[in-house]
């Protein structure tokens, strides 16, 4: 069974950062198409940034040049760093990999901008 296990959530005040990670034992990402989606209380799951295995990433408009995802293959570990974050950011962050019509999804990790 495939695990994806994402950490790093948490409570942030407006204009603070968050690093989220996702982490696996199962898949290696770099051939896979890894991507962060999120979920809002009453909204459809979105794509907030995706990332291939050559390292061409794709930025949903709202987190352009606030969130950077990235891939450490040494560590086989996918990040998504978050600035200046604001009340539109709360959510429920996954990640998920994708290859071949395959896809896998992490449990989720709640993100909640606050002050």
């Known amino acids: 069974q495939v695990q994806l296990e994402e950490s790093g959530g948490g409570l942030v005040q407006p204009g603070g950062s968050l690093r989220l990670s996702c982490a696996s034992s199962s898949i290696t990402f770099r051939f896979y198409t890894m991507g962060w989606y999120r979920q809002a209380p009453g909204k459809q799951r979105e794509m907030v940034a995706t990332i291939t295995g050559s390292g061409s990433a794709n930025y949903a408009d709202s987190v352009k040049g606030r969130f950077t995802i990235s891939i450490d293959n040494a560590k086989n570990t996918m990040y998504l760093q978050m600035n200046s974050l604001n009340s539109d950011d709360t959510a429920v962050y996954y990640c998920?990999?994708?290859?071949?019509?395959?896809?896998?999804w992490g449990q989720g990790t709640q993100v909640t901008v606050s002050s």
């Open positions: 998920r990999g994708s290859r071949r019509g395959f896809e896998y």
